[in-house]
């Protein structure tokens, strides 16, 4: 990802630049009885009203570490 690549907010969805990629990790459905972590680099956004924040990803609720097939019930 290119420095200043326009990305959107997380929080308000407003238009913000882009800052730098983030790992981050969610555990996804076990295949059969291995783990099957997601890796993925992650772009951050520079909000101007919050900061450095990593956008939202659709496979998954903001800070949680589970992929959406392993939402709490
Ligand atoms: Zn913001």
Redesign the pocket.
Known sequence: MVKGTALV????G?A?PGYDPRERRWRHLDSYQFRTPVVVQVPR?Q????GC?TINVPWADQNSRYTCCLKPS
């Open positions: 907010c997380p929080q308000y407003r913000c956004v909000c101007l009203e919050h924040l």
